[in-house]
């Protein structure tokens, strides 16, 4: 699938699991409002507090496949056992109206989103060192010692790739790196609220 030229500007967040993604995405969507979050989804469970439709969309195996099947999707891959995709409608229509968003996926799919929408820019976030990626991740108390172990093993091969990407920036100190996200984002605002 590929975007027309879109008039909004798309912001991909990506790292490896336990990187920080999500606390990042927070504190950037509390200072700008007006960005638009795309809501992703997935065959996993939720986790405590999180709610269909808000964190992510939770789909069954099979209703997933077959949105897959009908590329209603911008990207998808499968992660830890379970699949994960951007629905491509609503970030569409909010490029097409002008509209910033913002998108918090993984690795894979942030590099399929290269292929079909070359402007968006990407930012993949660092962690401090693989002992502290693997603190993080235990920390959460979701995931079961085999899946810690296969997260591991994905950060470290996704590590490796972060020169693919626009902008690497390390989340060692919290402040720090939404202050460097900020960076990376303030000019898209400028430009697409531009006449």
């Known amino acids: 699938m590929k975007f027309a030229q879109p008039a909004g500007g798309l912001l991909v967040l990506t790292g490896p699991s336990g990187v ?9 969507l509390a200072r700008y409002p007006q960005v638009w979050l795309s ?4 065959t996993r469970g939720p986790r405590p507090g999180e709610r269909h439709g808000e964190n992510y969309f939770f789909l069954d195996r ?4 077959d949105q897959v099947d009908r ?3 911008l990207e998808w891959a499968q992660f830890a056992g379970h699949a994960y995709g951007t629905p491509s409608g609503p970030i569409q229509s909010r490029l097409q109206a002008g509209q910033t968003v913002l998108l918090e996926i993984e690795v894979e799919g942030a590099r399929q989103v290269r292929h079909c ?3 968006a820019v990407q930012v993949f976030l660092y962690p401090p ?3 502290v990626l693997e603190q993080r991740i235990r920390a959460r108390g979701s995931d079961s010692e085999v899946s810690i172990t296969r997260r591991i093993a994905r950060a470290k091969e996704e590590m490796a790739r972060a020169s693919e990407f626009d902008h690497v920036i390390l989340n060692g100190d ?12 303030q000019p898209m605002l400028r430009t697409v609220s531009s006449p």
């Open 71 to 73: 590329g209603q999707f």
């Open 174 to 185: 919290l402040n720090q790196a939404i202050a460097d996200v900020e960076a990376v984002l």
């Open 20 to 28: 920080g993604k999500g606390t990042i995405l927070q504190a950037i």
């Open 62 to 65: 099979k209703t997933f496949m």
């Open 117 to 119: 929408l070359p402007t």
């Open 129 to 131: 060192s693989l002992a």
């Open 39 to 42: 809501v992703s989804a997935t």
